[in-house]
């Protein structure tokens, strides 16, 4: 196990964000953390797969690692399917401080986003994870398809809540998307990243993407942005859905991702009010300037360390947002360490 009297500079760093005793304790002691904090193991409950960063030994390239994300801020992937309004939000929340960040990768399933060419105007790197093209080559030789070596469909198939569908398709389907989330983590792999946030991409995840990306956090690192305030009308169209059912107000949602559809923990919410006069263009042109102000914000109170999961006495899991300078107990350790396994 690691000593941290042995690594003095990097210790002194975390001294300053978290308890020091309780950090060695858990690197010495497996579950440590969870029996310390008390409120710690609703992580666990919401993402049940994911492993524990006491599961995970760091060293001192992690510990570097961190020490470069509280000199320049964290590490922030963005997915993206179109125009790339709130991609550019982010951006620009970023170059402006609103964010203490940076976008260090942009990737879409649409090779025809425009958000591509915003994130090409800031020097980003971007690729594409062609969705379709992949479904298209394996439907006619399904028995081709060969998962990764660290997926356990099985497990896959049990955490899974986001598709509905007869059990052959099913299984077809979760499959593509395993293939698809594979490439896109090794593209990911070569760019730093402490948050991955979902700016319009309208691919569900799976467990499998899901796991991977929160390996050894003791916070969820996959935030989403929904254009309904939730739990109300999941999935897309939100707005859409919103001003058909006749609804008087409107807005959205920052959530953390779990298994489900737009269930995951609820960071922030904003709303308006819908007019009279209103149509549906209207309503989603209203909700898209809410949404390019709370994103930002959320994304900067993830950046600052001030969200802090709890449950609640009717056991839904949900998060609390401290104020400035307000120790987060719940944490014992720092955000985006250690990193996902390649």
Known sequence: MICLATISEEARIFASLCDAALLAQAYREPGAVDAAMGVQPVFWRLLPGAVRPTDVIPGEEALKDWRSIMSEGIHIGVLVSSKGTKLQAVIDACETGLINGR???????????????????????????????????????????????????????????????????????????????????????????????LAGFVRKLSP????????????P???????????????????????????KVAGCTVHFVDYGVDTGPIIDQDAFKIEPDDTIDSVKKKGMKLECSIYPKCI????????????????????????????????SVPLGFPKPKN
Do not use: W
Not at 123 to 141: H, K, M, N, S
Not at 308 to 315: G, S
């Open 300 to 331: 900067g109170l993830f950046a600052e360390n001030r969200l802090k999961l709890r449950e609640n006495e009717t056991r839904r899991i949900v998060v609390d947002i401290l104020h400035r300078g307000e120790p987060d107990r719940s944490i």
């Open 103 to 197: 976008v260090t990768f942009v990737c879409s399933d649409n090779p025809d986003a425009n958000a591509l060419t915003r994130a090409s105007q800031h020097g980003i790197p971007a690729f594409v994870v062609d969705y379709t093209e992949l479904r298209q080559r394996y439907r006619l030789e399904p028995q081709a398809i060969q998962l990764p070596a660290d997926c356990d469909f099985d497990h896959i198939m049990t955490r899974q809540k986001v598709f509905d569908a007869s059990p052959e398709n099913l299984v077809f389907r979760l499959k593509m998307r395993v293939m698809a989330e594979e490439q896109m983590l090794r593209q990911m792999a070569p760019h730093p990243l402490d948050l991955l946030v």
């Open 221 to 247: 690192r996959i935030m989403n942005l929904h254009a309904t305030i939730c739990p109300a009308f999941p999935g897309i169209d939100g707005y859409g859905q919103t001003f058909r059912y006749g609804c």
């Open 208 to 219: 499998y993407f899901i796991e991977k990306i929160n390996y050894g956090s003791t916070v």
